[in-house]
């Protein structure tokens, strides 16, 4: 058994196991990684009403060990208004613990493991844990680490960069930006207590200097996530079938984007290239853009992937259309490492330093339906270009590795001073 020291106590509201979105796959990399260090111990916080499912809950335990499970109640949408208003809160906060019996089962147990340090990730999870904590006096983690990832606030703030086909989608962005200020102040009081603030771009960190606060800025460390190493051996050449890319969670933020990308891009990429198609990865998709997907030509949908890397490899364009400014996209980097290049935002290589537009990937500054078919196209038609383009995207991610991540992490732990990863991680200028 581990030494006191070595114990880790990692706090998630997901199941890591598979990972199908930018919560689940770093924290699938930080169990394996720590693993080789920490005891760790696994805890899941789960809504009051919440189920798992067993197969799954088998599977992560045989993965990552056995499961420490919570539950929390949440306040009403009133109450949680009142202290977004007030600026005690956000769209995280509003919970109250319901069932800590498994943290009792095992402080009884050892009860060691009531000061072992704490890694929380991602932000979402911190303010079930704080519930959790409130109701459990004798735990008291000598040092808590919380990887947000990115700047929520930063998230409100630029939000409307991104296509809003609808009315109500970009209306819904300008009353993000004007909540902003108060997700801001919300975001410093639910990272108050945290010994250390894990970001993924020094973009994330200048916007937690810039909107949250100096406080929380002090605390904020680099820890960049990495890449898979087997995506490196994907044949270089991309794939001959004239396909297209799009990975993403389709229940959000992408689910506008998904849409203007049918309506607004593909017939016009396919206007240029009639025997292109267009391949898109994502599970949350409502009956409208189920409907869209279905019936656009050359578009197949696909819930989820177990394996992406074949889907790389058959690809000859992946697409990372994002304007928002603000965190490292794991589309962008297993498709860099993969070989292929990449039409996007230019926030879409956020964190990647180095980065030159038209040598590494071809960025747009904003989102803009012609300019983004074109680019397409033209990749399309001259195969040696989109070659060229993938091995130096694919060489610029190199330094990308979860081994890093890990570094930083058992660091933060410790409150020893991080090695931040400075090559291969950039200072991108946060919008303005």
Request: hydrophobic fraction near 45%; charged fraction near 20%; glycine fraction near 8%.
């Amino acid at each position: 058994m581990a030494s006191l020291s070595d114990r880790l106590l990692v706090v998630a509201d997901q199941l890591p196991h598979p990972p199908r979105n930018g919560a689940t796959l770093p924290l699938c990399h930080y169990l394996a990684e720590l693993a080789r260090t920490h005891e760790v111990q696994l805890v899941l916080l789960l809504d009051d009403d919440q189920r798992i499912d067993s197969e799954q809950r088998a599977e992560n335990e045989r993965r990552f060990g056995p499961l420490l499970l919570a539950r929390c109640t949440r306040h009403g949408p009133l109450a949680r208004a009142a202290d977004e208003t007030s600026g005690r809160g956000m769209f995280q906060h509003g919970w109250v613990a319901a069932d800590t019996r498994d943290f009792d089962e095992l402080a009884a147990r050892d009860a060691g493991w009531c000061t072992a340090p704490v890694l929380v990730s991602p932000i979402s999870a911190l303010a079930r844990w704080r519930a959790v904590r409130t109701a459990l006096p004798r735990w008291r983690p000598r040092c808590t680490v919380v990887a947000v990832h990115d700047c929520t606030a930063a998230e409100y703030r630029w939000r409307w960069r991104s296509p809003r086909p609808s009315a109500l989608g970009r209306a819904k962005a300008w009353s993000h930006w004007l909540r902003a200020p108060l997700v801001a102040r919300a975001e410093a009081i639910l990272l108050a207590d945290a010994d250390a603030v894990l970001v993924q771009t020094e973009a994330d960190r200048a916007a937690m200097r810039q909107l949250v606060g100096a406080d929380t800025a002090a605390r904020t460390q680099l820890a960049p996530n990495g890449v898979r190493a087997d995506l490196f051996d994907v044949e270089a050449a991309p794939g001959a079938d004239a396909q297209v890319l799009f990975v993403a969670e389709l229940s959000g933020e992408y689910a506008p984007v998904a849409a203007w990308l049918c309506r607004s891009v593909w017939p016009q990429v396919r206007t240029g290239h009639a025997a292109a198609t267009l391949t898109i990865v994502g599970r949350g998709a409502d009956a409208a853009l189920k409907q869209l997907l279905a019936t656009t030509d050359g578009v197949t949908h696909l819930e989820f992937a177990a394996d992406l890397a074949p889907l790389y490899a058959r690809s000859a364009v992946i697409w990372s259309p994002l304007w928002k400014g603000f965190g490292l996209i794991n589309k962008t980097l297993e498709a860099m490492a993969a070989a292929r290049p990449v039409v996007g935002g230019l926030a879409a290589f956020n964190g990647i330093a180095g980065f030159a537009d038209g040598e590494h990937g071809i960025g747009l500054a904003r989102p803009d339906a012609q300019a983004m078919a074109a680019a397409t196209v033209a990749l399309l038609r001259e195969p040696a270009r989109a070659q060229t383009l993938g091995a130096a995207g694919r060489e610029l991610v190199r330094g990308f590795r979860w081994e890093r991540t890990a570094e930083v992490i058992r660091a933060a732990l410790v409150g020893s001073p991080a090695r931040q990863p400075g090559d291969g991680v950039p200072a991108l200028e946060v919008p303005r």
